[in-house]
């Protein structure tokens, strides 16, 4: 159990992409902290599951855009588990909408869950971390950060800006044996990819050069490849996985 031992607190973890996360984290040997905002019930079912593959795990309930509570509920899980090990930044909202009619608003949600969120986030774990001299940021972000999409100027903005905060983070924690890594998923089939019309889902197929949509656990062994040993001497990276659709330098 490569994580035995480990604390790792997964934001968004109630559903899809996090709930995978969570259970692959989990069944690496690391207790999960799964946060939610709105679904209770989704986020115990994660922890059901959780359990199911013989992990550990809890539930804590804040809004990764709200400072205080974000302060007071990571407060609380280091004072109870001692530390957080392993921080995944996954929790993300949408807003879509052409910039012409696109309210403030949306705008101002997106981002502040989506980018404001993963630094209040990193922020409220990096003294623990930097203490302990060890330490994992893995910041998930999109293929829509990498190229755009119609509707999502808000979303591309956020994603995008992750991957700048990965690599300023990662400089300012290389020095205390802090990693800070992105991924960048392309189309996971998730609940949203399944309300699409089978004509929109080929469509997406067409620009996926691997001709398929990935899976949450595609997504989930690239988040514990980062939160484990192997990838220590990786930093300030953004791994991509999306089936070809993106190639980055």
Known sequence: ???????????????GIGRAICLKLAAMGATVGINYVANPAAAEETLRQVEAVGGKGFTVRFDVADAQAVQEQIKE????????????????????????????????????TNLKGAFLCSKAVMRAMMK??????????????FVGNSGQVNYGAAKAGLAGLTKSMA???????????CVAPGYIVTDMTDGLT???????????????????????????????????????????VNGGMYMGH
């Open 198 to 240: 089978e004509d929109v889902q080929e469509a997406l197929k067409a620009q996926i050069p691997m001709g398929t949509l990935g899976t949450p656990e595609d997504v989930a062994a690239s988040v514990g490849f980062l939160a484990s040993p192997d990838s220590n001497y990786i930093t300030g990276q953004t791994l991509h």
């Open 132 to 145: 302990k001299r060890w330490g994992r940021i893995i910041n998930v972000s999109s293929v829509v950060g």
């Open 77 to 112: 899980i280091i004072a109870t588990h001692g530390q957080i090990d392993i921080l995944v930044n996954n929790a993300g909202i949408t807003r879509d909408g052409l910039m012409a009619r696109m309210k403030e608003d949306d705008w101002d949600s997106v981002l502040d």
């Open 171 to 181: 400089r300012e924690l290389a020095g205390r044996n802090i990693t800070v890594n």
């Open 1 to 15: 159990m490569i994580l035995e031992k480990m604390i790792a607190l997964v934001t968004g973890g109630s559903r």
